[in-house]
């Protein structure tokens, strides 16, 4: 791995600094998550983030996980601290796979950030309710409304944890 050091560069030396970076980077390209990949995943020629993906149900749909959120609500008017955890499950049809899949490897982060986004914004009310219904659509006319190209059918919660402190 490449390390620029900021003390050695001054104006005499930048320019022979600056070629060898390049010529090294275009020599042998930047490190790669795909590069660490385990031999067994490169065995078995599916990507890593497979192993996210449940099989087919009789219905023809499929759950993906869409990722694990550990996320902090801070109220300063209550001066309430809020932690609320759970995981995220998309379903998606059997024939909307692909284009999901498609998709999703280039919006994770905004998915991401619309889940975080609608946590964020839910009254704490809303998770008194055991299915958390209110809670589950905010997120996901979020995603909708944000990214209407990916075909997810329904959202469900696992693991879900709510604590709450009040100072």
């Given at each position: 791995m490449l390390a620029f050091n900021m003390l050695a560069f001054n104006?005499?030396?930048?320019?022979?600094?600056?070629?060898?970076?390049?010529?090294?980077?275009?020599?042998?390209?930047?490190?790669?998550?795909?590069?660490?990949?385990?031999?067994?995943?490169?065995?078995?020629?599916?990507?890593?983030?497979?192993?996210?993906v449940s099989e087919e149900s009789a219905t023809g749909t499929r759950a993906i996980k869409?990722?694990?959120?550990?996320?902090?609500?801070?109220?300063?008017?209550?001066?309430?601290?809020?932690?609320?955890?759970?995981?995220?499950?998309?379903?998606i049809k059997k024939d909307d796979y692909p284009t999901f899949e498609r998709l999703y490897s280039h919006h994770k982060n905004k998915v991401r950030d619309q889940v975080v986004v609608a946590t964020r914004l839910v009254p704490v009310e809303d998770y008194d309710d055991p299915e958390l219904?209110?809670?589950?659509?905010?997120?996901?006319?979020?995603?909708?409304?944000?990214?209407?190209?990916l075909p997810i059918e329904d959202l469900y919660l696992s693991d879900f944890s709510l604590s709450s402190e009040s100072k």
């Open positions: 104006r005499n030396n930048w320019r022979p600094r600056l070629a060898a970076t390049v010529v090294a980077l275009v020599a042998f390209g930047p490190v790669t998550p795909c590069a660490r990949a385990s031999s067994e995943t490169a065995a078995e020629g599916a990507p890593a983030e497979s192993a996210d869409l990722g694990e959120f550990n996320i902090r609500v801070f109220h300063s008017v209550s001066t309430r601290k809020d932690t609320v955890s759970f995981v995220v499950h998309a379903t219904k209110k809670f589950r659509r905010r997120i996901m006319l979020r995603l909708r409304r944000s990214m209407p190209e």
